[in-house]
């Protein structure tokens, strides 16, 4: 298990790893990775990239269940902070109630729902932070949390789509597309998120 920069070397190496497409996009557009590989394939990953510290990880199905993805996550913790690192922000499917609870196990803090479209349906927001300025944002973040904060987040996502790859590491044209009506409508306050899936804040 190693940190590695995102280098050109690293990318083919991705691009020939077995990741969902929207995980292969942030790790080739994040600052740095901690990657484990097996046969010199890379079978995990676990990203930090954007001005946002966006943060995810993702682990080669038949390589689950064993423990990787905390060592991954460790090891990006420990590169958090020799970098000084404010905070790490992630987002998570409600499906995968695992990776939630894990993650809020290490201090990871829900922040709020988003709702893109019928399709797509919703994420919750996550920040991990290390110092008051990470402390500072989180509760600039929990004003999403609201009716009125989400409809801004929606405007603000759809404002700032051609610049979602410097912010989130996130390349524009993988982006879900939002459907406004749908978002608002469907609002709700990630405890009742939570709830829902028995993960408990």
Same mark, same amino acid.
């Given at each position: 298990?190693?940190?590695?920069q995102v280098t050109d070397e690293v990318r083919k190496t991705l691009r020939n790893s077995n990741f969902?497409?929207?995980?292969?996009?942030?790790?080739?557009?994040?600052?740095?990775?901690?990657?484990?590989?097996?046969?010199?394939?890379?079978?995990?990953?676990?990203?930090?990239?954007?001005?946002?510290?966006?943060?995810?990880?993702?682990?080669?199905?038949?390589?689950?269940?064993?423990?990787?993805?905390?060592?991954?996550?460790?090891?990006?913790?420990?590169?958090?902070?020799?970098?000084?690192? $404010?905070? /790490?922000?992630?987002?998570? !499917?409600?499906?995968?109630?695992? =990776?939630?609870?894990?993650?809020? @196990? +290490?201090?990871?803090?829900?922040?709020?729902?988003?709702?893109y479209n019928k399709m797509e349906g919703k994420e919750i927001v996550v920040i991990l932070p290390f110092n008051k300025k990470g402390r500072l944002l989180t509760s600039?973040?929990?004003?999403?949390?609201?009716?009125?904060?989400?409809?801004?987040?929606?405007?603000?996502? $759809?404002? /700032?789509?051609?610049?979602? !790859?410097?912010?989130?590491?996130? =390349?524009?044209?993988?982006?879900? @597309? +939002?459907?406004?009506?749908?978002?608002?409508?469907?609002?709700?306050?990630?405890?009742?998120?939570?709830?829902?899936?028995?993960?408990?804040?």
């Amino acid at each position: 298990m190693v940190i590695v920069q995102v280098t050109d070397e690293v990318r083919k190496t991705l691009r020939n790893s077995n990741f969902s497409p929207l995980f292969l996009d942030n790790c080739l557009n994040s600052r740095f990775l901690a990657v484990e590989f097996n046969n010199q394939e890379i079978i995990g990953a676990c990203f930090v990239g954007g001005l946002l510290n966006s943060n995810g990880i993702e682990i080669n199905e038949e390589f689950r269940g064993k423990g990787l993805g905390k060592k991954l996550l460790s090891e990006i913790l420990e590169e958090c902070q020799k970098r000084k690192i $404010s905070f /790490l922000v992630g987002v998570f !499917k409600p499906t995968n109630a695992i =990776s939630i609870k894990t993650h809020m @196990k +290490i201090g990871y803090q829900p922040l709020f729902t988003f709702h893109y479209n019928k399709m797509e349906g919703k994420e919750i927001v996550v920040i991990l932070p290390f110092n008051k300025k990470g402390r500072l944002l989180t509760s600039l973040l929990r004003l999403f949390d609201t009716r009125i904060g989400n409809i801004f987040f929606a405007i603000l996502m $759809s404002v /700032l789509r051609s610049f979602l !790859k410097g912010l989130i590491s996130f =390349s524009s044209d993988q982006m879900p @597309k +939002i459907d406004f009506l749908y978002s608002v409508k469907n609002f709700e306050k990630v405890q009742k998120t939570l709830e829902d899936i028995h993960v408990i804040a």
